[in-house]
């Protein structure tokens, strides 16, 4: 039984690294390659492209995670028929919702010019609409993709949900390499990531049919999905909040130190992100098996998963800051290839910050697996008032003083979080 749960572990650790480094790498390869073949100035006009369907992306108003996790809940109270009426209730809700932006795209598309509307020089208005429009076919698909592959989550079969989602992006990356490289019409990129997401969920649908209360299917039966909403929608608030907070944040020192300030946090704060995205390999897994735990009430079970798990974040996020402080000026110079000016202090800061962060982060999987989202829906919330006093006193602090109010923030929600914690699992 130990020997099962150890080898599952590792197919979580391992899965979710494999996902972050198809992430990073597809990431790092396509940037040189796109400008190489396209063009500086086309690839620039491609990206201005992307943002409008990267931010639709987040249409899904949160429920493909709230879902999962109530699917999971009602699986092991052995409640089929509920959780087969939630499944199919949310895939037919998303999809009018991936067919309504088509239908709004079209119509914009009659009236409007996104070549002329952006001053496109190399884009034209055709290639702009294909490109949009393939896009909009492709986040329908990512809709559907999404809920279906979020049901091995719900089965806590975390690994293959991040080994599906980590061969997805990979054929993603081979096939845009591919395409680039043949010179193809840019637009053959979304209805080719669009096609890949269609045979993803093919395969998936075949593996998740071997459990008999599986069911792929659409209804006209919106309740349950649409019960989900104010759950969902404060965790859609939590999410896109700190995108704009860390957007936000990057605005504010521009504005009041300067653009060589803005590349010396942009700089130092994608390297303690991309912490935070590897430490978040090791709390993640947990969320399903946190449910588990609650729904069958294993008070002590989910005591002590907690304790080591919280436990684990903080080690490892320590040492790795500790190594990052230490190293900076090697890790630097390998990375930059350039001489790099900083604040030591400003970097001592955002390393506590991210640890302090990554704990409430690695706590806050207790809440979630229950879709209790009020304490983070504050975290946008506070991020608002950091901002605000910062834009008085940030000329004075300099980047130093906003890396404390970010200690700040992450230590409210600490608390915030562990208090919920506990007064969970107590109840349980």
């Known amino acids: 039984m130990i020997k099962i749960i150890k080898n599952k572990q590792f197919h979580n650790y391992f899965s979710g690294l494999v996902l972050k480094l198809c992430l990073v790498l597809s990431q790092l390869f396509l940037i040189p390659v796109f400008i190489n073949d396209i063009g500086v100035d086309t690839y620039g006009e491609w990206l201005i492209l992307t943002t409008i369907p990267n931010y639709l992306l987040l249409s899904d108003f949160g429920l493909t995670l709230t879902v999962t996790n109530e699917i999971c809940r009602l699986i092991n109270l052995n409640e089929y028929s509920s959780q087969e009426k939630l499944f199919k209730g949310t895939l037919s809700f998303l999809s009018i919702i991936g067919i309504s932006l088509i239908f709004i795209f079209l119509i914009v598309s009659l009236f409007v010019d996104f070549s002329t509307l952006f001053k496109f020089v190399s884009l034209s208005k055709k290639d702009s609409f294909l490109i949009l429009g393939g896009f909009m076919v492709n986040i329908f698909m990512f809709l559907i993709f999404r809920v279906t592959i979020g049901y091995f989550k719900a089965l806590n079969l975390f690994h293959k949900h991040e080994y599906f989602l980590a061969l997805t992006l990979f054929l993603d990356f081979v096939t845009t390499l591919i395409l680039l490289k043949l010179k193809a019409p840019l637009f053959y990129i979304p209805f080719t990531m669009a096609v890949i997401r269609l045979v993803m969920l093919f395969v998936m649908n075949i593996i998740l049919s071997k459990f008999k209360y599986y069911k792929f299917g659409f209804t006209l039966d919106w309740s349950k999905a649409v019960s989900m909403l104010p759950t969902s929608l404060k965790l859609s608030f939590f999410q896109l909040g700190s995108?704009?907070?860390?957007?936000?944040?990057?605005?504010?020192?521009?504005?009041?130190?300067?653009?060589?300030?803005?590349?010396?946090?942009n700089t130092i704060r994608t390297m303690v992100n991309s912490l935070k995205a590897f430490i978040g390999i090791l709390y993640v897994p947990s969320m399903q098996e946190f449910t588990i735990m609650i729904t069958k009430k294993l008070k002590d079970e989910a005591l002590i998963k907690l304790k080591k798990l919280m436990l684990l974040v903080f080690s490892v996020s320590f040492i790795f800051c500790l190594v990052i402080f230490f190293l900076r000026d090697i890790i630097f110079e390998l990375w930059l290839k350039n001489s790099f000016s900083y604040n030591t202090l400003f970097l001592g800061f955002m390393l506590c910050s991210v640890l302090i962060h990554n704990l409430w982060n690695a706590g806050s999987m207790v809440p979630m697996s229950i879709n209790k989202m009020n304490e983070l829906a504050l975290y946008p919330v506070l991020g608002i008032g950091v901002l605000v006093v910062q834009y008085f006193i940030l000329s004075k602090t300099g980047l130093a003083g906003l890396a404390a109010g970010f200690i700040i923030m992450d230590l409210i929600m600490l608390l915030l979080v562990l208090r919920l914690d506990y007064k969970i699992i107590k109840n349980i």
Not at 245 to 251: L, N, P, R
């Open 243 to 265: 995108a704009l907070f860390i957007q936000g944040s990057t605005f504010l020192v521009g504005m009041v130190l300067g653009p060589a300030n803005v590349v010396i946090f």
